[in-house]
């Protein structure tokens, strides 16, 4: 047989892993079962991993089923997203004292630098962290705390094999196979024995791949894992026609699709804290009763709250509709403009996850179905 790159482990060498990253002192986050979902959270051994679950994922529907099968990696993504741990939904930027003799003392928060390790990013993932990279650390200003979390990150992403029901990483170009930007790339193979193609995208991958216990990976290993890939981009729940989108949407602002949406919309937020690019934020301060701590903190916002575009005189997106089109608008229009790149990676839990079941990618639809149509 051919050996050609990449190392091949057995599902129960993932554990290695796990422990060779927590020996170079990362703090190791991945996929768990809890509350009903997959989410990321702390992990202290692969046997933590949602082993033998999957998803069955809709508008507005989340649920977890049994496979008939071990699979580490058999399901799409949760709730959750890296995000969370780059970006926190709430983080502290300084404290100040106030002294008897009425001096000030401010501060800053000090920046937490645990190295952080990711197990199981997808690559639509990886595009969210990547569009996030250029929005907080990429361009003139430097977010600090952005800057500490993702400094030595490592990242182990997984190529899917299980895509979910809303899912158009395809239509966006963003999947599902992983391409660059990963320290160690996994291929879960169910058919011929369960095994994982392991391949490495980073010298430190290299290195670590190197203490796995495994075998090189054959010609039949690559096309498996090829084939695999190949089937989910087949499979995908969702597509978006993105052809000229920005114009497409740029021209219909006044497009009745907009009444239509409002009247359905909650105006929640879900869509913006669950997408894994979204980014807003507010600052909110406190003080104790005393008056002599305050603190400044840093906490998730949304464009669909009234406040977040309140400047004097009101909100300048007092309705549903100017709200739920300003999301959409800058995700997969005016982003363009602003950071050269879609917003958008298809990752479908804004569909998943909303209450109504408003989807993007039918919004998109209804728009080009009938483009020019005012209300
Ligand atoms: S589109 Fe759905 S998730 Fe987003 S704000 Fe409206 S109701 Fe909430
Ligand atoms: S807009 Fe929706 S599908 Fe696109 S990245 Fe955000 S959550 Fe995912």
């Keep these: 047989m051919t050996e050609t790159t990449g190392t091949v482990i057995a599902p129960e060498a993932l554990d290695a892993l796990v422990g060779a990253l927590r020996t170079r002192g990362f703090r190791v986050l991945g996929p768990v079962v809890r509350d009903g979902a997959i989410v990321y959270d702390d992990l202290g051994s692969a046997a933590e991993l949602p082993i033998g679950w999957t998803d069955r994922q809709d508008g507005g529907t989340y649920r977890l089923e049994r496979r008939a099968d071990e699979a580490r990696f058999g399901f799409a993504v949760g709730p959750h997203s890296w995000k969370r741990f780059l970006f926190p939904p709430h983080v502290r930027l300084w404290r100040a004292r106030r002294d008897g003799g009425g001096t000030q003392a401010v501060e800053e928060e000090p920046l937490d630098e645990t190295p952080l390790a990711f197990l199981g990013v997808r690559s639509c993932e990886l595009h969210a962290i990547e569009i996030q990279d250029r929005v907080f650390i990429g361009g003139k200003y430097i977010d600090r705390d952005y800057a500490a979390r993702r400094g030595d990150a490592f990242l182990v992403a997984v190529n899917c094999f299980e895509p979910g029901g809303t899912c158009f990483c395809v239509s966006m170009g963003t999947g599902p196979k992983v391409r660059s930007g990963y320290d160690l790339a996994l291929t879960e193979l169910l058919d011929g024995g369960h095994r994982f193609l392991v391949e490495a995208g980073s010298e430190r991958g290299a290195e670590l791949l190197g203490e796995l216990p495994g075998r090189a990976a054959v010609a039949a290993d690559v096309a498996a894992a090829g084939a695999a890939v190949e089937s989910a981009s087949q499979r995908m729940g969702r597509t978006m026609d993105v052809q000229d989108i920005r114009d497409l949407l740029v021209d219909n602002l006044e497009h009745r699709r907009w009444d239509d949406v409002a009247e359905r919309c909650l105006t929640c937020g879900n869509c913006t804290l669950v997408c894994p690019t979204c980014f807003c934020s507010a600052v909110e301060d406190t003080t104790d009763l005393s008056g002599n701590e305050a603190e400044r903190v840093r906490v998730w916002d949304s464009c669909f709250s009234v406040d977040y575009s309140f400047i004097h005189g009101g909100s300048v997106r007092p309705t549903a509709r100017s709200r739920y089109r300003q ?49």
């Excluded at 982003?335 to 569909?351: E, T, Y």
Aim: aromatic share 10%.
């Design 327 to 375: 999301w959409m608008t800058h995700k997969l229009a005016t982003w363009f403009d602003q950071f050269g790149a879609s917003g958008c990676v298809g990752c479908g839990r804004c569909i998943t996850w909303c209450p109504v079941g408003i989807d993007i990618t039918e919004e998109v639809a209804a728009i080009r179905a009938n483009p020019g149509s005012r209300a």
